[in-house]
């Protein structure tokens, strides 16, 4: 608490100085990471608080902390006594940062922003916004200037990801990025995003939290590409290797300087809603820029048939140690021992058994009873609790292999089902079967085929606040775009090789909560007079629990489904399995039959 406090102190001390009456601090990193290294968290830093999401702004006279609903409660506990404000975001009383500080400043006086932690696009709309207020923007890193004992970059070397596993050379993917080049007018393309650049020189690291990717910027010219690294990071192995694959590698932040004497005579490319706007002031004026989707986030949305055979690989091996775990949770779920924090630990355990798995893709949701109404739940020590012989369990989990990247929810019934409960896990169910059966034409957006999802519940005055579906990376982020399934609009269609999940939900408050997640893959259906078509290949394996199922509320042909999954989950998997793992896999595989 105090020392939150004294570097507020520090702060308004250089903002007062450099003539400053606002500073706004994101919980982000130059590169637009969901996961980002120590180095680059100046909102813990100067709030104390933790959680994922969430700003903080800091006046000369006062300071908030922006979050939503889900951090609440946390967020209230750890910024108590610091002299900063829990503004309550999503609430109609709770004003927007920019409306805030309207409210609280003279025109005329300044707002300073790190401008590395705000993209181009959000930057100019944050610009214009506080124009039509009288209040100036001013790209200022006022943080660096107090945060003297900040972590290092790390500094772990990087290593290569083998074209067995990615499908595709660099200098293939290279070509693919030029062509898009071309078609954009532009002969520079400038990249900060770290997936982006981990997927085109096919590089992985271990920087950040669950996510293997690499600390660097890249630029890729006409006849040349040159990887922005620091060089510590860099081994004769992986030296050799950029080399062959046609790649110069200069330091990490050389890529300033080198933006500033580029010459070019179509144009430069960004993407605006990546780009740094640091990165992007670098940029000599009067260039032509081409402010457009990165053809890189486009191209490895689409995954190669080598890559989806390494999923494929990655599903069977998730299977198996899902399978391992939820027996030994059965046979020890009577001691009174487990918890949500054990579990957890517990699965990652079953998942390092198997052949090429890396680490995690995402800290583990555990929620039992009420805690998985929580949708982004995640225990702590104070909030662990106990799992009992009752009510129901939601686990949201998945795992990085070097064939691919799993995400997996499932919600099991701990005792025995209320009917409420079971007649809202059926109504998810029905929601994901309706999605994951669909048949679609070529060009169909998900934000089209989300009511699918919903229409059971919704036909009940029933709803769920996420997306639907949200694409996932090849041994990079389990969050992955450009595709989704949401109720928002989102122009990107839905093409084959997209890997994106079907997670449809039920969340009662204070109660419990029930997903059921399964990742799918758009793959070619039937082409008629109207058109190509296109369907989900359900890619996850591993039962859906029959106990939490109303079947009267099901038709036949989504029991249909149901069954011919398990029996191919049972198929796929059993081979891999013990004798007893393997009865116990049958059990919940059974077929159901309906009587007459």
């Known amino acids: 608490m105090e020392q939150i406090i004294n570097r507020l102190a520090l702060l308004r001390k250089a903002m007062k100085q450099l003539g400053i009456s606002a500073c706004i601090i994101p919980g982000t990193d130059p590169h637009a990471s969901e996961y980002i ?26 300071a908030g902390l922006w979050t939503d609903s889900r951090y609440f409660l946390h967020a209230a506990e750890q910024l108590e006594g610091t002299g900063m404000e829990l503004m309550k975001q999503g609430l109609p009383e709770t ?8 409210t609280q400043l003279k025109a005329g006086e300044k707002v300073g922003v790190n401008p590395q932690m705000f993209s181009v696009n959000g930057y100019s709309s944050m610009k214009t916004e506080l124009k039509m207020n009288d209040l100036e923007l001013v790209s200022i890193d006022l943080p660096a200037q107090v945060w003297t004992d900040r972590p290092a970059i790390p500094l772990v070397p ?52 669950y996510n293997p990717v690499v600390i660097a910027y890249a630029l890729v010219e006409n006849d040349k590409a040159t990887l922005f690294i620091a060089p510590e990071k860099v081994t004769p192995e992986t030296s050799t290797y950029l080399k062959e694959q046609g790649v110069t590698v200069q330091p990490y932040l050389a890529i300033y300087d080198n933006l500033k004497t580029i010459t070019s005579t179509k144009g430069v490319l960004v993407d605006g809603g990546k780009l740094n706007q640091g990165l992007f002031e670098s940029i000599p004026a009067g260039f032509a820029i081409r402010n457009t989707m990165s053809p890189v986030f486009k191209l490895k949305s689409v995954k190669n048939e080598v890559e989806m055979a390494g999923v494929r690989k990655a599903m069977q091996k998730d299977g198996v140690a899902l399978t391992r775990f939820f027996v030994w949770l059965e046979e020890n779920l009577k001691t009174g021992n487990l918890s949500e924090m054990s579990v957890s630990e517990k699965l990652r355990q079953f998942r390092s058994e198997q052949e090429n798995f890396v ?20 225990a702590t020590p104070e909030t662990d609790a106990k799992l009992k012989a009752e009510n129901i369990f939601l686990l949201d989990s998945g795992g990085q292999y070097f064939d691919g990247t799993t995400d997996i929810t499932r919600t099991v019934a701990l005792g025995t089902p209320t009917a409420q409960q079971k007649t809202d ?17 070529v060009g169909t957006r998900g934000t089209q085929l989300d009511i699918l999802a919903r ?51 039920m ?90």
Request: a negative charge; aromatic letters at 12%; proline letters at 4%.
């Open 37 to 62: 290294a120590e180095y680059w968290k100046e909102r813990q830093w100067i709030s104390g608080f933790d959680g994922s999401a969430g700003t903080a702004v800091v006046t000369l006279t006062g």
């Open 95 to 102: 004003l927007e940062i920019l409306p805030w500080l309207a």
């Open 158 to 209: 990087f290593y290569i990801f083998d074209t067995i596993f990615a499908g595709k050379s660099t200098t293939e993917k290279l070509t693919l990025v030029r062509a898009e080049m071309k078609k954009a007018h532009a002969d520079v393309f400038v990249i900060s995003a770290l997936d982006d650049i981990a997927w085109l020189f096919n590089i992985r690291g271990k920087d950040v939290d």
């Open 359 to 378: 680490g995690e893709s995402f800290g583990t949701i555990a929620g039992y009873a009420a805690h998985g109404a929580i949708v982004h739940y995640s």
């Open 425 to 441: 896990n059926t109504l998810v169910l029905k929601g994901h079967i309706a999605l994951a059966t669909a048949l679609f034409p």
């Open 455 to 505: 229409k059971a519940m919704w036909d009940l005055g029933l709803n769920y606040g996420h997306g639907t579906g949200h694409g996932v990376g090849h041994f990079l982020c389990v969050h992955e775009g450009p595709q989704s399934i949401r109720m928002d609009e989102n122009p990107t269609v839905l093409q084959p090789g997209m890997m994106i999940s079907n997670e449809p939900g």
């Open 507 to 596: 969340y009662r408050t204070n109660e419990y909560g029930i997903r059921i997640e399964n990742l799918v893959h758009v793959v070619p259906a039937q082409k008629t007079e109207f058109g190509q078509f296109l369907k989900f290949e359900t890619l996850t394996l591993f039962p859906i629990d029959q106990h939490l199922i109303n079947f009267d509320l099901l038709s036949n042909s989504e029991i249909e489904w149901l069954n011919e999954y398990h029996q191919r989950v049972y198929v796929t998997i059993a081979p891999s399995l013990n004798e007893y793992e393997r009865e116990w896999l049958s059990n919940k595989c059974n077929p159901y039959v309906r009587k007459n």
